[in-house]
């Protein structure tokens, strides 16, 4: 079973509760994720995940509780924090180009008044480059693909070179390809640069093998479990809401798998098993190339 890069507490619950004109979303959330982790928020719609993420990022406040990330109270650690919103595709200017949507990400908050240096280009090209949208840097973003789109929002949240990435449903709208393709991003986000990071998702078919633990809205409560507690492969099945089993690689891994019945020939939304022993995440010390883009470019 995977283990998160670090045991540092990255993300920290205690008695949290939020409220939304009046109406209590959730409420007594405890739990602590590590960092160099994957987490994702699961739940039904309306149950609270984006309300969670926007909690974490301080956007919203509690009714009771704390909230801590990066070991500062909610929101006052974001400038270490990248985040794709949920339907970030139409909320998005299109007439902006890539690469003026990747600048956004280190002048959003300064945009007008500090002219674009160069240094912030090579900024802005390196995390293009990362998430493989450097040849359409040019591009307008209304000519773009949704999958292209998406990762012109990652390479946006990644440009300030985050400790915690945090995506509210990077898969929804996208081709089995492209998830393929952003699951894959992410886990090498995860091993290559040690990122933590957080994905809101429905189905977690497609991030089981890069997961190290979810984060479930159930009956009104986030409950935290992360998988190397959970190896009974029934109670993950019932946890995950998808068929789960658990496997040991050659290396001794434990790990999680769907199941890969193909009875009915068609093409479907899981990795083969031999492709998640190449996903699956690593400890550091494992020898992992480290390669950062954004790295050296900090000021
Ligand atoms: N701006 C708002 N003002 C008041 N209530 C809101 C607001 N936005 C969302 N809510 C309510 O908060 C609850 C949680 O919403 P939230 O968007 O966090 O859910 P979600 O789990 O992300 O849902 P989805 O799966 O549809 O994205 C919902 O019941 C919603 O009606
Ligand atoms: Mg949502």
């Not at 946006?156 to 393929?180: G, Y």
């Not at 809401?241 to 891994?253: L, S, W, Y």
């Not at 479907?268 to 022993?277: A, I, S």
Request: hydrophobic residues 40%.
């Amino acid at each position: 079973m995977r283990k998160p890069a670090s045991d540092d507490v990255c993300i920290r619950f205690d008695h949290a509760s939020v409220e939304r004109s009046g109406r209590l979303i959730w409420s007594d959330g405890t739990f602590s994720i590590p960092g160099g982790s994957v987490t994702a928020i699961v739940g039904t719609n309306g149950t609270g995940k984006t309300t969670m993420m926007k909690t974490e990022l301080g956007l919203l406040p509690l009714s009771n509780g704390r909230v801590e990330v990066l070991g500062q109270p909610a929101g006052q650690a974001n400038d270490r924090i990248g985040y794709v919103p949920q339907s970030y595709t139409s909320d998005i200017d299109s007439n902006l180009t890539a690469e003026q949507s990747v600048l956004l990400g280190l002048t959003g908050t300064r945009f007008g008044i500090h002219p674009v240096n160069r240094q912030d280009k090579e900024r802005a090209a390196g995390a293009m480059r990362f998430v493989g949208v450097e040849d359409r840097a040019h591009a307008r973003l209304s000519q773009l693909s949704g999958g292209l789109r998406q990762r012109v929002a990652i390479a946006q949240a990644l440009v300030c070179n985050p400790k915690l990435l945090m995506l509210d449903e990077p898969l929804a709208n996208l081709d089995l390809a492209s998830q393929r393709a952003t699951v894959h991003l992410l886990a090498q986000l995860n091993r290559q640069l040690g990122m933590t990071i957080q994905v809101v998702a429905h189905d977690l078919n497609m991030l089981l093998p890069i997961l190290t633990g979810a984060v479930y809205l159930l009956d009104g409560h986030p409950h935290y479990a992360r998988m190397d507690d959970v190896l009974d492969s029934d109670l993950l099945t019932h946890l995950y809401g998808t068929k789960v089993e658990v496997v040991t690689t050659p290396q001794g891994d434990m790990f999680v798998a769907p199941d890969t019945d193909v009875s009915d020939g068609v093409a479907h939304d899981r990795f083969k098993t031999t492709e998640m022993v190449d996903l699956h995440p690593r400890h550091p010390e494992a020898g992992e190339a480290y390669e950062n883009p954004t790295a050296n470019q900090q000021d």
